[in-house]
């Protein structure tokens, strides 16, 4: 196992993730690359309806891509391709296996990330074992068909309060409403349309990261 699976700490900045059906006609690998390159320090895979062993050679590549830009590679969901490609983690959400079975699966060589959406949720990860959590989601998003209704920055709130446990904000994150997320105390955040739906990402990530820099 690499040295930076071992690592616990979530980086702060831009938890990317991928999405091919918004990436305006690009594969993974393409949006990957830019996205990488921009120095992004954290990208999740995450496909719904790809056949595994397609997802599976695109995860080896972006494992690859990953290690040579020194970021965080976690999969969405499928700890059985996070083991098989060597990510550093995996994230899981409330409907997917039990954090502790995960756990016992997956060992202490992978960081478990959980998506929460109460302060109940945050606490039973907490109590479970998780690396870190999801926060969200805090805006309305049309990116996953299940997601639950918005949570709002009131969570976010509790959270930053309340808890120690490294976490993510996701959930309907745009360069307009950026600063009110990092101002609420978000160190990590997750954008997906609003970077793969972007025809220019390059530009879009300085943008976001100069926001970042700005309210941190």
Known sequence: ?????????LPAGIY??????????????EVAAEILASGVPILQYR????????????????????HQYGA?????????????????GVHIGQDDLPLSKVRELVGHNLIIGVSTHSPAQALAAVNGGADYIGVGPLFATHTKIDVCDPVGLDYLDYVVKNLEIPFVAIGGIKEHNLAAVVKAGARTVALV???VGNPEITGKIKRL????????
């Open 72 to 88: 965080m590679f976690i999969i969405n969901d499928h700890l059985d391709l996070a083991l098989a490609v060597g990510a550093d």
């Open 47 to 66: 496909e719904k309806d790809k056949k595994v062993r397609a997802m599976y050679e695109e995860c080896l590549v972006l494992r690859a891509m990953t």
């Open 1 to 9: 196992m690499n040295s930076t699976s071992k690592k616990r700490t």
């Open 16 to 29: 990317a993730l991928t999405s091919e059906l918004h990436s305006l006609g690009r594969s993974n690998l």
């Open 193 to 195: 349309t609003e970077i």
């Open 209 to 216: 990261q100069r926001i970042i820099e700005t309210q941190s």
